[in-house]
T-cell receptor, first 111, second 112 residues
Framework: GESVGLHLPTLSVQEGDNSIINCAYS??????FIWYKQESGKGPQFIID?????DKRQGQRVTVLLNKTVKHLSLQIAATQPGDSAVYFC??????????FGAGTTVTVRA | DAGVTQSPTHLIKTRGQHVTLRCSPI?????VSWYQQVLGQGPQFIFQ?????ERGRGNFPDRFSARQFPNYSSELNVNALLLGDSALYLC???WGTGETQYFGPGTRLLVL
């Protein structure tokens, strides 16, 4: 079936650099996408969301880009910090209410 | 403000047993969703309840059931536990059925 997936399972980033985490989705009917951060032993934490009628949305140090033409979603983290080390999931809202998650990208920040 | 709370934090059961997991949503949220997260994978949708009614169900067997109480808290029940039910069970709450979902810390279930 259709699912949301991430391009790379791991990403190693130097502290202070920018991080880019990618996600591909296949359900063209999806209208809402969310990025979550999950630290070890914790539940997913909401980072930022974007609706399908938008191309870009910015938050504090994070930017989400949506390219509906190629069904691609990305999360950009500016000036990556050690506290950004976590697993990042993109999620797609289906049928108006249920979230479908990809497998996640593990981000490791090098000091 | 308190976030989503779940109990217990950890649980060990043996095959064939029954388990009940509990969730309290963020104050004011009327919708609760349950997800199963197997190690190394993303969460998988199990149920959503809104205003005490089941809104939808994922691809899980009938051994999994849930309910939502008048105070909007929720219970997830799993009968006849299998080894493969070992996972982190996450509860998420939202204002309404299609709104942003905020997750609790989860209950880690180990079935031996």
């Amino acid at each position: 079936g259709e699912s949301v997936g991430l391009h790379l399972p791991t990403l190693s980033v130097q502290e202070g650099d920018n991080s880019i985490i990618n996600c591909a989705y296949s359900n063209s009917a999806s209208d809402y996408f969310i990025w979550y951060k999950q630290e070890s032993g914790k539940g997913p934490q909401f980072i930022i969301d974007i609706r399908s009628n938008m191309d870009k949305r910015q938050g504090q140090r994070v930017t989400v880009l949506l390219n509906k033409t190629v069904k691609h979603l990305s999360l950009q983290i500016a000036a990556t910090q050690p506290g950004d080390s976590a697993v990042y999931f993109c999620a797609e809202r289906r049928e108006g209410y249920k979230l479908s998650f990809g497998a996640g990208t593990t981000v490791t920040v090098r000091a | 403000d308190a976030g989503v709370t779940q109990s217990p934090t950890h649980l060990i059961k043996t095959r064939g047993q029954h388990v009940t997991l509990r969730c309290s949503p963020i104050s004011g949220h009327k919708s609760v969703s349950w997800y199963q997260q197997v190690l190394g994978q993303g969460p998988q949708f199990i149920f959503q309840y809104y205003e005490k009614e089941e809104r939808g169900r994922g691809n899980f067997p009938d051994r999994f059931s849930a309910r939502q109480f008048p105070n909007y808290s929720s219970e997830l029940n799993v009968n006849a536990l299998l080894l493969g039910d070992s996972a982190l069970y996450l509860c998420a709450s939202s204002w309404g059925t299609g709104e942003t979902q905020y997750f609790g810390p989860g209950t880690r279930l180990l079935v031996l």
